[in-house]
């Protein structure tokens, strides 16, 4: 393979390298005045970045044709679905931060920059198909998050997060690191094919340690129990627009990794990770609900939602089938515009000086005093809990459905049955805001950009999503079988 | 009629009724909610005149496989025209109960109930195993809001109750389907009705169907949450949940568990029997100590209910047929009692009966209304009441005598705490001078009582009408459970002057 092709293959890639070095010049001599026109370019960049990697997805681009760089890294139908929805969450979260970071004189350049790097990072770990490349892409994604967690520099709480994020991070990166150290040992090759064809006749018992120590690296990352205990402070003391980056692309990237290295380096010993996977699931789903019932700040509260949600799709990785991997990208597509939809509607909520309000007590009948924000809410709410007609209940039934058919009906049923100790709080939410009497504490004007993107999501999530089911589904299908076709 | 959308329109109006209502004021949003409604109900109506009776299994059928993993697959029998009637037939009363008494965000209070009603029908509706589901499930959301909103006192704690016991029963049956559907291939329900499941799965998907619906139904011991939610709700609500609600329980024995699982159901009837044994006993005996009149009524409902599941798991004809009149006639006749209590709560606000006494002296229409709906809840021959509860309880005796005993206390329990609360109602001295002082029954709650007073003697005495519909369907199910159909002790034999229907009859008259 020349490397013409190559460099063809990581177009997206190049181009943010690319823009965000230029950017970064620009934010050096245009100093702060210049972060609105950087946040328009970043979010430009990240959508055209989307643009480039569509046909890669439409076109089902599998195995070698979508290999670069002598396998390093592959540039297939599954990182592009993965890439599209790291793009899309990471435009977003660039779009709503100016209103939020100018009120408190906090709107810098290097916040869509930092944005655009950890996209970028984020794009390298899905296509990653090695572990090197993994490792690199990693981290480029977790420093560029350390930062900014800690992006408030005034803010005790944000600093604290960033801290927090930094300290917890790095001990995972270790346990990754030490993981790949040793699969790198037992397998002889760094390469998940190589991998795959060195455990092909079973773990040795180094192997399995390696392998069990990259998955306890990777579920840190995607926030799964045991390794969540730092999401809910870093979701609460982050700026919301960075919670909002956190939540969505660097989650759907880390996942996207774990599904990789789970099912190409280690798919032919799923029956080796399939416990811990389903430990992790269950124990997700239900600390998860029991975690957010006492909660009473709102981002909190959706922390405790991710993970209650990470333990579902974690339970399509369960089935370690291609039906499996396709309903954990289907429902990573609609948590992203739930979890979107959820921080775009916290980010409105301003009382009357214009500052944030985040306390659930404070949101008590909103739905009197602002009607569409707290329709919008609830929808989000019934979503996440999988009441039907709202979307999120496609997203578990997807799951749920490729758990019975791989045979894993008791999974689904105490999954399932789980789910409902989270509809306890998340109609919690919709009491507070429709049954009680109003606090009248947000009363505060809200950016345009907000209000349209709160009305795009809360379109895509009501029950025209399932206009997208078909589409959705074929889409997923295509980046499954990516993931599956062996070399 | 062929080929014209009639069902996804009537799903439509009220949907797009709703999406008004939330954006109209307090005045236009009840004119649009009621036309809607009545919209609705003509469609009903056209729906059963060109019903074909004898024609095809199912009728107006729509499929448009719009979704990935299942349709947009709409249809009837008679069965579920009968229930979309009820539907159709109470929610314009309902807009009608909540004209005055709802005064607080009346826009939304009408959206949510048109987003019932829509949800309603499509239960009844859908043909597609998923898209019954979604129907199904998504009911909770407008209830939840519709109890916790504009309730009583205790309406969150009601509405936490409805929404967590409901949906915990539900979820499992999700489980179920999704393992049914990937088993046989395919979600259509009239074919998952034919198909042959294994008979130790059967036992297993029948429990999870069991868990929704017995909550849904509901049966004892997982009735608590009906008592609360009814009392909390508005008057409109209660109708509704009662009325209709209910109803989507023994439409899911009726549609789901009898005939995909018939073997699993004759292995399970002694549960059903057990369960519906002690509701029918406990619930009438907890009924007869109420002070609230809501509460009594609702305690009335799971009584009602158990005479249902006994009725459909005795696996005749004259079981399944009287059940389903006794789910149309509770309908009809709960609604209606629950607005005669909403009727002297509006005027009085309270739900004390003993606030309450000799309203047959200032309220004589009142109270006759009152009357009949009473008579029609207790079973009195020539109303509604007594056509189902003889026709399920005959059905029974031929499976149990025991049973059928223990069951037929229950008409006699109903007539005590029925004709009690009517003593204390309307009979009896004035003992308040508030309520002595309420005005009779103006132009409005005439116009809701009259309809259903009509269809309750109509359904009495001519339930041929109701009956006729359903026969081929009935007798369809009753053909596809025989195989499964246990042995009953009472060894029934057609004698030479059917000696067997009388003495059941003889049995059941003597309860009076």
């Known amino acids: ?487 | 009629m062929n080929g014209f959308p009639i069902l996804s329109l009537m799903l439509l109006v009220p949907l797009a009724g709703a999406v008004v209502c939330l954006l109209a004021g307090a005045r236009q949003a009840r004119m649009i909610a009621l036309a809607a409604t009545l919209i609705d109900f003509v469609l009903g109506v056209l729906l059963w005149v060109n019903y074909d009776i004898g024609g095809a299994q199912w009728q107006f059928t729509e499929r448009v496989p719009l979704f990935a993993g299942f349709s947009w697959a709409l249809g009837i029998d008679g069965i579920a025209l009968m229930l979309i009637m009820l539907s159709v037939f109470l929610m314009p009363i309902c807009i009608g109960a909540s004209w005055r008494s709802i005064e607080k965000r009346v826009g939304e209070y009408m959206a949510a109930f048109l987003l019932m009603e829509t949800l309603m029908i499509g239960v009844f509706a859908a043909q597609d195993l998923f898209l019954f589901y979604i129907f199904f499930e998504a009911g909770l959301i407008p209830m939840y809001l519709i109890i916790g909103v504009w309730g009583g006192q205790d309406r969150i704690y009601a509405s936490y109750k409805f929404f967590l016991y409901t949906l915990l029963g539900s979820v499992l049956m999700l489980v179920a389907m999704l393992w049914m559907a990937n088993a046989a291939g395919t979600t259509d329900i009239p074919t998952l009705m034919a198909y042959d499941f294994d008979s130790r799965v059967q036992t297993w998907l029948w429990l999870a169907f069991f868990a929704s619906f017995a909550v849904k139904m509901p049966m004892w011991p997982v009735h608590t949450w009906l008592p609360d939610a009814h009392v909390q709700a508005p008057t409109a609500g209660s109708v509704i949940l009662a009325g209709v609600l209910l109803k989507m329980g023994g439409y899911g024995f009726i549609r789901f568990s009898l005939p995909m699982f018939p073997e699993a159901s004759a292995q399970f009837a002694w549960l059903v029997f057990g369960l519906s044994m002690v509701a029918v006993v406990y619930t009438s005996l907890v009924a007869l100590v109420q002070h609230d009149m809501k509460k009594l009524i609702a305690y009335s409902s799971v009584a009602h209910m158990a005479i249902v599941t006994v009725g459909l798991f005795a696996f005749n004809t004259q079981g399944l047929e009287g059940s389903m009149i006794v789910m149309l006639s509770h309908g009809l006749v709960s609604g209606a009692l629950f607005l005669s209590v909403g009727v002297i709560y509006d005027r009085l606000h309270t739900r004390e009966i003993d606030r309450y006494g000799g309203l047959s002296i200032n309220m004589p229409y009142y109270a006759l209304f009152f009357l009949l709906f009473t008579m029609a809840s207790i079973g009195l021959p020539g109303t509604s009441g007594f056509v189902g509860e003889f026709l399920s309880l005959a059905g029974i005796y031929q499976v149990s005598t025991w049973v059928t005993l223990i069951c037929t206390t229950g008409i006699i329990l109903g007539a005590a705490y029925m004709l009690y609360l009517y003593r204390r109602v309307a009979f009896g001295e004035q003992k308040h001078a508030d309520a002595a002082a309420m005005p009779d029954l103006d132009w409005r709650e005439w116009a809701m009582m009259v309809p259903i007073a009509a269809a309750v003697l109509w359904m009495g005495v001519y339930p041929e009408s109701f009956l006729a519909p359903m026969r081929q369907d009935i007798a369809a199910l009753d053909a596809r459970i025989a195989r499964a159909r246990p042995v009953g002790d009472s060894q029934v034999r057609p004698g030479k002057s059917g000696a067997a229907v009388q003495v059941s009859a003889t049995a059941h008259e003597g309860a009076h």
Request: one cysteine or more.
């Open chain 1, 1 to 487: 393979m020349d490397l013409s092709t190559s460099l063809r293959l990581v177009a997206p890639e190049e181009l943010m390298s690319f823009v965000s070095l230029v950017l970064l010049l620009a934010c050096a001599w245009g100093g702060d005045r210049a972060s609105r026109v950087i946040s328009a370019a970043a979010a430009v960049t990240l959508l055209a970045c989307a643009a480039l990697v569509a046909p890669t997805l439409g076109s089902g681009v599998t195995g070698p044709d979508g290999a670069a760089f002598s396998g390093l890294f592959s540039a297939d139908a599954f990182a592009a679905f993965a890439k599209i929805l790291i793009y899309l969450g990471a435009a977003v979260a660039v779009v709503v931060a100016p209103a939020f970071f100018e009120r408190l004189h906090a709107m810098r350049p290097e916040y869509p920059l930092l944005i655009l790097l950890a996209a970028l990072g984020g794009s390298i770990m899905v296509s990653a198909s090695n572990l090197i490349t993994l490792y690199i892409g990693l981290e480029l994604n977790s420093l560029a998050s350390y930062v900014l967690a800690a992006f408030l520099r005034n803010d005790e709480r944000s600093a604290e997060a960033g801290l927090k994020y930094f300290v917890l991070g790095a001990l995972a990166s270790g346990i990754l690191l030490f993981g790949m150290s040793l699969t790198y040992g037992f397998a002889g090759s760094t390469s998940f094919a190589g991998i795959r064809a060195a455990v092909d006749s079973g773990l040795s018992a180094g192997a399995t340690f390696g392998a069990v120590f990259v998955l306890a690296g990777l579920a840190f990352k995607i926030a799964a129990v045991p390794f969540h205990m730092w999401t809910p402070d870093v979701y609460e003391g982050a700026p919301t627009p960075v919670t909002t980056f956190f939540a969505t692309a660097p989650k759907v990237a880390a996942m996207a990794l774990l599904m990789r290295v789970a099912l190409e380096a280690f798919g032919t010993q799923a029956a080796v990770w399939r416990e811990i996977v389903i430990f992790a699931a269950l124990a997700s789903i239900v600390w998860g609900a029991f975690g957010a019932i006492g909660q009473a700040n709102l981002k909190r509260l959706m922390a405790y939602s991710s993970i209650n949600n990470v333990g579902f799709i974690l339970i399509g990785l369960a089935c370690a089938t291609p039906q499996g991997a396709s309903a954990m990208l289907v429902y990573l597509a609609i948590y992203l515009v739930m979890v979107l939809a959820g921080f775009v509607g916290i980010l409105m909520l301003r009382d009357g000086e214009g500052e944030q309000v985040e306390a659930i007590a404070d949101i008590s009948g909103l739905s009197r005093t602002r009607p569409g924000i707290a329709a919008a809410l609830a929808m989000v709410m019934f979503s996440l809990a999988g009441i039907p007609p709202l979307f999120g209940f496609w997203g578990k039934f997807v799951v749920f459905q490729a758990a019975v058919q791989a045979g894993l009906v008791p999974l689904a049923a105490i999954g399932i049955a789980a789910s409902v100790i989270g509809a306890f709080y998340y109609i919690k939410i919709v009491k507070v805001m429709y049954f009680d009497e109003p606090a009248n504490r947000v009363t505060g004007r809200s950016d345009w950009v907000h209000s349209v993107l709160l009305t795009v999501t809360a379109v895509f999530i009501s029950p025209f999503g399932y206009l997208l089911t078909k589409w959705l589904g074929a889409l997923a299908d295509t980046a499954a079988a990516a993931l599956f076709h062996v070399v």
